[in-house]
């Protein structure tokens, strides 16, 4: 009798809208609506990798074979804008929507209607933004910077653009008052804030990012528009305006911006390396501490990414000291993350793999950044293939090696299957092997002399751009194995079972595998041994 | 011609020939004037400003490898030795407050002491004062002009475009079947890196720069100089160099500019202060002559009047 109530009860919990329409466009689940995200994240990253691609087959050789320098422009363009806001930045949003409320013990987002809508932006913006390809003049060519005057020189695609990234921001602002509202309203009884799970703080403090920053960047592409189109000169030095202006107001929101492509990354990889190692986190509480000075610091260091603009003195003073002090924080995350291995009981599945592989090779990222961070030094670094080399390592083999690493660690609880172990090693391997190949020899670019945007070059140029092309080309090919294991993970495997992982703690591993569609429909009763974190003497 | 003997005396001398080579290449930068192939580590330049932020470079860039030794090394010993499959046990420990402060303190103390000789060097790059000539420079899309404004006290009178050289703009059209490796001045290679009309500097003078630009916004950069400095429509910057060697140096634009900002290099000739007076002269009677010849042409084919 009492296995029959439960089993109505489960499939109570479990039933899903009938109906493709009901279900995925009005969905209001925090699960679907994760899904959803997910998917387009990962559709969007073929997008802008294909773009890439085009961009490194055009490099390969000195002297230009495929495309013309106004096409190249547009690609690289293109596949900044595609990949920032097309495919990490949605990527971390399904992540959260999957899994925050899960980690808190909350039934869904605090408010699923407008989750619902903060997605469904997202292909209309996208569609949009890609359209700019095919109407005359193109799609935009000065960079996804959008510096002014060069950006106000494109045709259709200005506006086009302009209205595509407030759509974007809309989606944004809305997803990041969701999630506040929900880890602030809607942790379950027990979970106390300094007991949450670390990706929920990550996220948390994300969202505040979101939130100041995104309005910046609306003033300043809706200033561009107005310079273009209705007789105002904010960045037009002849009507008594400057361009540099833009350039920090665009940097305003740009660097915290960066910093909300990162923080979800530590936050997944804080979740995965404690789980394989068997071992809690070393340092929580400075792990959550320095994720917020990482967060206050980040808004005022913008002017860094401008440094031979003209400064005075004083300015570059002062942006140096702010951007090394920067690494004191982060330093602190990866000698807590080592500590944490350090004395545990490791193994290598392929979530851990890729947490590990973030470590270092995020790691190598941070430091170029600290050596951009010296102004002199910069001066020389600045708009070179150096910076390129840095902000790919931090953004591949750090926000996408995490969002892989999240995919393989949570895909049994989304799916209700485990993924194929050895296909899944191998992926990591060829991934994390040709993504070295593609940008390390970009260090050495940079240092010689090569500028960035540029779609030839002088034949001293030619071996290290041969490698990263080929480099380039493995990994790009290597993720259509990332699709494949995806794809067949959600079609059928291994039954996978609620606490998937032996050293997996938290609330979202007591759920069954898959997630039934509701969850904590009534608030769970919290034991601090069922918590990562919930012994509060660390 | 003991062959045990040649044996271990080549295989020691390979080995040494390695690690110096690696040692040479890892360690210093070359004092090239232009880009090499395969070239790994920044210029040292032939400025003191470059020679200085080349150190700069190399002091953080060590300080880097050697933190990232420690790091990694202590990753790979753990993935050696914590594995489950070893029988490792975990630990349950999970902080340590003394710890964080030490990795919160040290990693401060090296950063200020990086930001010492980092901050000097910046004061002195930024002291433009004291010049002995003025160059004004003015990015376009997609070529750069070049005034001598003033050259110790006199004006400069001398004011030319300098644009992508002939050989390189045919051969980069796609589909021009020409090759990039024929692009080439005396031997070397200078595709994309030449210029019909280069800029003549004198060495052992304080130049001052005074950088704008009349469309978009680019940017000036020889490598060897040691800076790169925004060529901003509606804004003028200020820079200086002092070149201490003779020679051909060349760059490229440094901020998109549009389709062509990878078609407008830089190409600075620093000859000795005697010989770039004599080219300066020369260039001012070229001038003198072309507008003297204007000027006859004028009033040759004009009726007069009154």
Redesign the interface.
């Known amino acids: 009798m009492a296995t029959t109530h439960a089993d109505h009860h489960d499939d109570h919990h479990d039933h899903k809208p009938s109906g493709f329409f009901q279900r995925w466009v009005l969905s209001t689940n925090h699960k679907d609506i994760g899904t959803l995200y997910l998917v387009f994240a990962l559709i969007m990253f073929l997008v802008g990798g294909a773009m890439a691609l085009i961009i490194r087959a055009e490099l390969f050789q000195p002297g230009l074979q495929l495309v013309d320098p106004e096409f190249f422009n547009q690609m690289t363009t293109m596949h900044a804008l595609v990949m920032i806001f097309g495919a990490v930045m949605p990527a971390f949003v399904g992540l959260a929507n999957w899994m925050v409320p899960l980690m808190i013990g909350a039934p869904d987002m605090a408010l699923p209607r407008m989750n619902n809508w903060s997605f469904w932006i997202m292909p209309f913006a996208f569609g949009l933004l890609l359209l700019t390809l095919f109407v005359p003049g193109g799609g935009p060519a000065g960079g996804w910077t959008l510096y002014p005057p060069l950006s106000l020189q494109g045709g259709n695609n200005v506006a086009m653009t302009i209205f595509a990234i407030h759509m974007m921001g809309v989606s944004s602002i809305m997803g990041a008052i969701n999630i506040i509202a929900t880890i602030l309203n809607m942790r379950a009884p027990g979970m106390d804030l300094l007991k949450m799970p670390i990706f929920v703080w990550a996220w948390l403090i994300t969202a505040f990012l979101l939130i100041a920053v995104m309005p910046v960047l609306a003033g300043a592409v809706t200033m561009l528009l107005t310079d273009k189109f209705f007789l105002t000169s904010f960045f037009n030095a002849a009507g008594g305006g400057d361009p540099v202006m833009f350039q920090h107001i665009f940097w305003f929101f740009g660097h915290p911006e960066v910093y909300i492509m990162i923080l979800p990354a530590f936050g997944v990889v804080s979740e995965i390396i404690p789980t394989f190692a068997r071992k809690p986190l070393f340092g929580y509480q400075a792990m959550v501490y320095a994720t917020a000075s990482i967060a206050f610091l980040s808004f005022i260091v913008w002017a860094h990414h401008m440094f031979t603009v003209g400064m005075p003195m004083g300015g570059e003073l002062f942006f140096m000291y702010a951007t090394m002090l920067i690494a004191v924080p982060t330093g602190v995350k990866v000698f807590n993350w080592v500590s944490t291995i350090w004395k545990g009981s490791m193994t290598f599945e392929t979530p851990m793999l890729f947490a590990l592989g973030f470590v270092v090779l995020f790691t190598i990222g941070g430091f170029s950044g600290l050596m951009l961070a010296i102004v002199p030094a910069d001066f020389q670094y600045h708009d070179t293939y150096f910076v390129v080399a840095h902000f790919h390592y931090v953004l591949v083999t750090g926000a996408v090696f995490s969002i892989m690493a999240a995919a393989y660690f949570w895909l049994p609880k989304w799916t209700g299957h485990m993924y194929n172990e050895t296909l899944g090693k191998w992926h990591f391997w060829l991934s994390a092997i040709s993504v070295n190949v593609l940008f390390f020899p970009q260090h050495f670019l940079g240092l010689a002399g090569m500028p960035r945007r540029i779609p030839d070059y002088n034949v001293a140029f030619a071996d290290f751009n041969m490698i990263s092309t080929i480099g380039g080309f493995a990994f790009g090919f290597s993720q259509l194995l990332f699709v494949y294991i995806v794809w067949q993970t959600a079609r059928g495997g291994q039954k996978a079972t609620a606490g998937v992982w032996e050293g997996a703690k938290g609330l979202e591993w007591t759920v069954p595998s898959p997630a039934p569609h509701h969850t904590f429909s009534t608030p769970p009763v919290i034991d601090d041994a069922m918590l990562a974190h919930g012994n509060t003497v660390h | 011609m003991n062959r045990f003997n040649r044996d271990d005396g080549m295989k020691q001398s390979f080995g040494i020939k390695v690690a110096l080579s690696l040692g040479l290449l890892l360690m210093s930068a070359m004092a090239w004037g ?10 040292e330049g032939v400025t003191q ?1 470059a020679a ?2 080349h150190n ?2 190399m002091i ?2 060590w300080i ?1 490898v050697v ?2 030794l420690i ?2 090394g ?2 790979a010993i ?2 050696v030795r ?4 070893k029988g ?9 407050t003394t ?2 402060i030490i ?2 303190v040290i ?2 103390l090296i ?1 200020l002491a ?2 010492w000789p ?2 000097s ?3 002195r ?2 002291d433009t004062t004291e010049s002995e000539m003025t160059v004004k420079i003015t990015g376009y899309q997609w070529m750069w002009r070049y005034e001598i404004v003033n050259y110790k006290g006199q004006d400069g009178q001398l004011n030319f475009v300098s644009r992508l050289d002939r050989d390189s703009d045919q ?4 589909g ?1 079947g020409k ?3 024929d692009v080439q001045v005396d031997g070397e ?5 030449n210029v019909d009309r280069p800029l003549v500097l004198p060495t052992d003078t304080k130049i001052r720069f005074v950088i704008t630009a009349d ?3 680019h ?1 000036w ?1 020889v ?1 060897v100089l ?5 060529a ?4 003028i ?2 820079s200086w160099t002092l070149i201490q060697k003779p020679g051909v140096y060349r ?13 407008m290099p830089i190409v600075v000739e620093a000859v000795p202060p005697a010989e770039f007076e004599q080219w300066l002269a020369a260039e001012q009677l070229k001038l003198d002559d072309a507008a003297r010849t204007a000027q006859n042409t004028a009033s040759g084919t004009s009726p007069a009047k009154g």
């Not at chain 2, 290679?189 to 890196?193: A, D, E, T």
């Not at chain 2, 040691?226 to 925004?230: A, L, R, S």
């Open positions: 232009n880009p090499e192939p395969w070239q790994l580590n920044m210029t400003s200085e932020v700069l470079h953080i860039l880097c933190i990232g790091v990694f202590a990753m753990a993935i914590f594995r489950k499959s490792a046990v975990a630990a349950t420990w999970s902080h340590n710890a964080e990795w919160t990693p401060v950063l990086v930001a980092a901050t060097t910046i004061f790059m930024a051969t980069r059209q796609r021009s090759n990039p490796a290679n200078v595709y994309l890196l469309d978009v916004i940017s950069w490598p040691g800076w790169k400095q925004d901003i429509p509606g804004v910057n200020e760059g490229q634009c440094a901020e998109l500019c549009g389709k062509d900002h990878g078609f």
